[in-house]
């Protein structure tokens, strides 16, 4: 389903009567509503899903501040080396981190244009007025 726009009109048929009358009270019926689509939603959901694991946002906070090897990692977080580097797996695969190596070790990085693309679409999803602060709440 593509993302859809309503306009007014079609907000107020939409939403009935009892509804309405609670934004006329607060003088705030929207001029237009944006639907977004199922895929929007479904990325954004699925990286939140993803970084909701305080490891995995442990992690990310380390690789925001510099390039390290798992080994590091490891040491640094107080977590087994295994399972740091499965969380490093899934980082990577959903393209939050690099990875590159350095003889025997893999040194990861965040891969800020990614993670900027992400950002980009959940501001998209939610809405720059929303985050900015200038839309109603």
Do not use: W
């Not at 510099?66 to 490093?88: F, G, N, R």
């Amino acid at each position: 389903m593509a993302r859809a726009i309503l306009k007014s009109e079609s907000i107020k048929k939409l939403i009935g009567e009892d509804c309405l009358s609670v934004l006329r009270a607060q003088d705030e019926i929207p001029e237009k509503i944006v639907i977004p689509s199922k895929e929007e939603v479904y990325e954004v959901s699925r990286l939140f899903k993803l970084i909701s694991s305080e490891p995995k946002l442990e992690i990310l906070a380390l690789l925001s501040q510099t390039s390290l090897p798992v080994c590091a990692i490891s040491k640094l977080l107080q977590k087994d080396q295994s399972l740091v580097s499965h969380h490093l797996s899934e980082l990577r695969m959903a393209g939050l981190v690099r990875e590159k190596r350095s003889g025997r070790f893999k040194v990861y990085s965040i891969d800020k244009e990614n993670i900027e693309g992400i950002c980009s679409r959940m501001q998209k999803l939610i809405g720059t007025s929303q985050l900015t602060g200038t839309g109603s709440r």
